[in-house]
């Protein structure tokens, strides 16, 4: 397979790594960019393979809750830019995508984009019209219903709608006993931005990725076989207190974790409190944004 200039450039962005040395694991995976980063990672040269992707489409993330946080919603709206994601209209239909989405359930983005918005036309042509209103392409992305049984949830949005998080916590208080719990764990999902809730939902699977590519790292830094296993059951550890969000240090007081933080507070209330759920949306992560080139664009129109 060809291995262009765009694809090195997309694997450089994503790990950090030299170049050269994008272009020489390119190659080796035959233009797998999944498994050129595992290849990457194998070999120490990897900062940043963990990272979802160039940010770079503009839009808002809104979140909505029933009255008893019972049911919570978060949706997504992409725009082209900054400027119109600001604006009064699209900010408005935004805050009503996010209320539709509490009675959404389980369908689909498709099936969304067919109901009526607020008692008039489809999500869809409503959508059309502010389109052609304000002349700026805009999509919704995506969005997610919570109604999980015995639930309660709390959410947080950072940076005008830049990031929103739902938090579903397992108790029998009201949203009111647990709003500031509740938040503070949101504001630690936005800022830290785990993967799992806790290790019991790792995926067997991703242990097992994970744990070949430290073993491999072991290797490729020539430790002695026999001491590779307990290096990587050490790097392990560390990795998924990193990950999973019970177990990360609190950002508010870093001598406790997430999860001692969340007891200590069930404690003072007389309630169990267990994190159950998370959603995070970042607006556009993984969607790359097309680079006009200037000067390419001016020789092609000149002919050049």
Known sequence: MSITAGMVKELRERTGAGMMDCKKVLIEADGDMEKAIEILREKGLAKAAKKAGRVASQGLVKVAFSADGKKAAIVEVNSETDFVAKNEEFVAFVDGLANMALDAGDANLEAFMEMSYNGGESVAATLNGLISKIGENMNVRRFTCCNKPGTVYVGYIHGAGRIGVLVGLETEASVEEVTVVGKDVAMQVASMNPR????????????????????????????????????????????????????????????????????????????????????????GEGIEKKEENFAEEVAKQMGM
């Open 196 to 283: 799992f809730v806790s290790e019991a939902e790792v995926d067997p699977e991703y242990i097992e990725s994970e744990k070949r590519i430290l073993v491999q790292q072991a290797l490729n830094e020539g430790k002695p076989a026999d001491i590779v296993e307990k290096m990587v059951v050490g790097r392990l550890k560390k990795e998924l207190k990193e990950t999973c969000l019970l177990a990360q240090k609190f950002v508010k007081d870093g001598e406790i974790s997430v999860e001692q933080y969340v007891n200590n507070v069930a404690k003072e209330i007389g309630k169990a409190i267990k994190v159950v759920e998370m959603v995070r949306y970042e607006v």
